[in-house]
Nanobody, 124 residues
């Protein structure tokens, strides 16, 4: 399995922007479809965005579509999530995940490697 480390997160005011990155090691990063999930206090983990092996195909949750961009740079073994116009409802721990498949997935069960999580807090 690939090992994943998230960088980024923090405290931002509503309406602001924030970026997360996720770097993989231990396996060939470009062999994995990648995804971002988040979990708010007292809530189940939910899908945010996903990307295929090359970065050509992306999926977004309706809650972040139009405000977020997922991308990847396989030469750097890194995936990114740029979030704009943040809302207090975006407050959560954000996890990156890797799936041994070529196409992106919204289902957490399709992912077999997870990062440690990065806290994102949006103040109103």
């Amino acid at each position: 399995q690939v090992s994943l480390v998230e960088v980024g997160g923090g405290l931002v005011q509503a309406g602001g922007s924030l970026g997360l990155s996720c770097t993989g090691s231990g396996r060939t990063f470009s062999n994995y479809a990648m995804g971002w999930f988040r979990q708010a206090p007292g809530k189940e983990r939910e899908f945010v965005a996903a990307i295929d092996l090359s970065g050509a195909t992306t999926l977004y949750a309706d809650s972040v579509k139009g405000r977020s961009t997922i991308s990847r740079d396989n030469t750097k073994n890194t995936m990114y999530l740029q979030m704009n116009n943040l809302e207090p409802e975006d407050t959560a721990v954000y996890y990156c995940a890797a799936a041994s498949r070529s196409v992106p997935s919204r289902l957490s069960d399709d992912y077999n490697s997870w990062g440690q999580g990065a806290q994102v807090t949006v103040s109103s």
